[in-house]
């Protein structure tokens, strides 16, 4: 009898109704870039694309409470409590949103492999995206151990860590959270449309000073 273990979950839900709102958010969000877009080039993890994330003067990580959305923001939050209890994580604290940012990927764009650790989770909500303009990748925390093993034919790499990531398929409106020190990375803009995300991260880390 065969059995999987050591499973990894991650969450996917739609906001309801998101066209009638889509236009708008998309507006504010580039509203934000547009104010500098030099600054937001600067992010380490970013090759030819933007981040409003940082520390600096002018850079943001509390679109939570900058953006005029509560119907949504009420809305990501009760979808991080569920995957939280999904998780089994601990039921007498209630995790919280920590950061909200946005990320802007012009055509030939991409996010490096990293991860949001220490936040317990970490995810994405789409503004405005489709697969045609690249999407999420998220690693396979076995990878350098299940490359090493025999899987291939002739035909096929020998180096295999490709061969074990999960794509998630962006479209406007989706959320995918997932666990913070889950390695991903997303897959160049081959479009000339953009790729308009909003990254988040969740859990208990608002506490620690």
Not at 77 to 96: D, M, S
Not at 101 to 110: A, D, I, R
Not at 167 to 190: A, D, S
Request: with cysteine; proline share 7%.
């Amino acid at each position: 009898m065969l059995k999987d273990i050591f499973p990894v979950q991650i969450y996917e839900a739609d906001f309801p109704n998101y066209e009638i709102i889509k236009d708008d958010l998309l507006s504010d969000v580039m509203t934000l870039f547009n104010q500098n877009l030099e600054l937001y080039s600067k992010h380490r993890l970013f090759n030819q694309s933007y981040s409003l994330e940082g520390t600096e003067p002018g850079m943001y990580r509390d679109l939570h409470k900058k953006l005029d959305y509560p119907e949504l923001m009420t809305w990501i939050q009760g979808e991080v409590e569920k995957y939280w209890q999904a998780l089994n994580y601990t039921r007498f604290v209630k995790p919280e949103i920590v950061h909200m940012w946005s990320n802007l990927t012009p055509k030939g764009g991409n996010i490096i492999q990293h991860n949001h650790s220490p936040y317990e989770i970490a995810g994405s909500f789409y503004v405005d995206a489709s697969p045609d303009r690249g999407c999420l990748v998220l690693v396979d925390p076995n990878e350098m151990i299940r490359g090493r093993l025999p899987h291939y034919d002739s035909n096929e790499s020998k180096q295999g860590r490709y061969f074990f990531d999960h794509i998630v398929e962006p479209k406007p409106g989706k959320l995918v959270l997932f666990p913070g020190w889950l390695y991903h990375k997303t897959q160049k803009n081959p479009s000339d449309d953009p790729r308009v995300v909003i990254g988040l991260n969740a859990g208990l880390m608002y506490r620690i000073v």
